[in-house]
């Protein structure tokens, strides 16, 4: 059976810790069957006081009987076991994965009608009990934990909660074993076919160097004579030998675009986190495209820490930029007063903003403004779910409305 994980709610000062133990008990203790027997026994309970029928009592001890021999046997059946939780790096959301769990026995003692599950697994996770009929001593077995993972995020999973149930399959005898791994739920998203970058007035040199670490910032275009000042390690020797006389190598400067990618963390309005999360998602789905091409990328994010990374080109860098779009939460407050002065002081060499935002105010506008005037070339992608007043700003350019709706159901393949 899948569950889902909610959050644990404990009583306030006024609160009965006997709702809370008995919520434990139904939710947690009992078995579905463990339940069921139960509620017939409180039943058998409230019918024996109100008669004085010698059925109703011998249903009562036998039902009474069952639920403590449960409790006692399973205690006494607990064995002791090692289990080694092995989680990956990273998924992505809406996703489900089969965590592998390594299971030993390193007693003497058979373990018997084992359960194992997740050991207080966060909100949201849809899991489920995977049963182990048997385990005998020195034996190892590989149990696979299926987990499903709704939404992005970083996580924290404790360990593993081992179960067992023997012997009438009615009571849940309980051992935690705790081991933290931790987990990064990157956003889902859908790749771009194609995407329109405007170019700025500015170009960033030496972009192999500075993005790949591979050599110089310079390509090899073509050869010619020997010049007075020409370096010795610019020969290029097979030439001479072919010809008889020096001949160097010449390069061309290579220059890239570098893309910055500003994220927009203040939502707006009660209702705003489907934005925000579509904002998300359609930013990774930039940085997969810009990862695909020739760009140098800076991601700047405010919520509620400052985020600047600058990446290179390639598929190397998504990794990273993906880190931090698994773990950028919203901002109650407009963070513009902490982002700009981060952002601007490094929009000296951006080519191109693209900015993701949430809504369209005058804050924004300036924001956007000040980028612009430091001759970057703006990319504006309003995410929110009504139409924007107006579909272009006469000094800013083009406003691109996008409906959270739209992101979600992956038809934003162009922009």
């Keep these: 059976m899948i569950r889902r994980s909610v959050p644990t709610r404990h009583p306030g000062p006024g609160g009965s810790l006997v ?9 947690e203790k009992l078995t579905d069957t463990g339940r069921l027997v139960f509620w017939l026994f409180l039943l ?15 249903v009562w001890s036998v039902l009474l009987g069952l639920l403590a021999t449960s409790i006692l046997a399973s205690r006494l059946a607990r064995v002791p076991l090692l289990a080694e939780l092995q989680t990956p790096r990273n998924t992505v959301a809406g996703s489900t994965l089969e965590l592998l769990l390594r299971v030993s026995n390193p007693t003497r003692r058979v373990a018997l009608d084992l359960q194992f599950s997740l050991l207080d697994p966060p909100p949201d996770l849809a899991w489920s009990r995977i049963p182990l009929e048997r385990l005998s001593p020195g034996e190892e077995r590989v149990v696979l934990l299926p987990v499903g993972f709704p939404r992005r995020g970083h996580l924290i999973l404790p360990g593993v909660r081992q ?3 023997f012997p009438w399959g009615l009571w849940r005898d309980k051992r935690r074993l705790a081991q933290p791994r931790s987990l ?3 956003p889902a998203f859908h790749p771009l076919l194609s995407l329109d970058i405007p170019v700025g007035r500015r170009y960033q040199p030496g972009g192999i160097a500075l993005t790949s670490h591979v050599g110089e910032s310079t390509e090899f275009v073509s050869t010619r004579e020997f010049r007075t000042g020409d370096s010795l390690r610019n020969i290029h020797w097979r030439s001479w030998g072919r010809l008889g006389r020096p001949v160097v190598k010449e390069f061309q400067e290579e220059y890239f675009c570098r893309i910055a990618l500003l994220l927009d963390t203040c939502i707006p309005s009660k209702g705003g986190e489907e934005a925000f999360e579509a904002a998300i998602s359609l930013a990774a789905s930039v940085a997969n495209r810009l990862a695909l091409e020739e ?4 991601l700047f994010a405010a919520g509620p820490e400052v985020y600047h990374f600058q990446a290179g080109r390639s598929l190397a860098y998504l990794e990273n930029v993906m880190d931090i779009l698994a773990c950028v939460e919203a901002c109650p407050e407009p963070p513009f007063q902490k982002l700009e002065p981060v952002l601007l002081d490094h929009m000296g060499n951006i080519t191109t903003t693209i900015a993701f935002l949430l809504a369209w105010d005058d804050e924004r506008a300036g924001m956007l403004r000040a980028i612009r005037d430091r001759g970057s070339a703006l990319k504006i992608l309003l995410i929110q779910p009504e139409t924007p007043p107006l579909a272009e700003n006469p000094v800013l350019g083009p406003i691109h409305w996008i409906p959270p709706e739209r992101v979600r159901a992956g038809g934003v393949e162009t922009l």
């Design 19 to 27: 709702v809370r133990w008995l919520r434990i008990l139904l939710r």
């Design 44 to 58: 058998a309970s409230a019918t024996g006081m109100a008669s004085f029928v010698v059925k109703i009592y011998l």
């Design 163 to 165: 179960e067992n149930v």
């Design 184 to 186: 990064l739920v990157y």
């Design 295 to 298: 760009y140098v990328v800076d």
